[in-house]
């Protein structure tokens, strides 16, 4: 069964920084792209960045030198460094992997960015 657990979600403020972890439980982890998305209030989901199997890394063009994602292989574990935060940016943040055409997500990690 395929279980994946979001952490390091709170409140910061504008200009602070957070580090969003996502646990996998998948053996096969290292043979998996791994992204995070985000859902804003009465916004749709959207994509924020992928690390590849290989290491390899893409980002949506407004994180682009702010955020930074990083995976563990050893911890099964993949991050989400986030700086210089904006108000903008709150949302409920998700982990997403894909296996075999299925969508997988964990239950998101909350994120408020205001003063």
């Known amino acids: 069964q395929v279980q994946l657990a979001e952490s390091g979600g709170g409140l910061v403020q504008p200009g602070g920084s957070l580090r969003l972890s996502c646990a996998a439980s998948?053996?096969?982890?290292?043979?998996?792209?791994m992204a995070w998305y985000r859902q804003a209030p009465g916004k749709q989901r959207e994509w924020i960045a992928t690390v590849f199997s290989g290491g390899s890394t893409n980002y949506v063009d407004f994180v682009k030198g702010r955020w930074t994602i990083s995976r563990d292989t050893a911890k099964n574990t993949v991050y989400l460094q986030m700086n210089s935060l904006k108000p903008e940016d709150t949302a409920v943040y998700y982990c997403?992997?894909?296996?075999?055409?299925?969508?997988?997500w964990g239950q998101g990690t909350q994120v408020t960015v205001s003063s």
């Open positions: 998948l053996t096969i982890f290292s043979k998996l792209g």
């Open positions: 997403n992997t894909i296996i075999d055409g299925r969508d997988f």
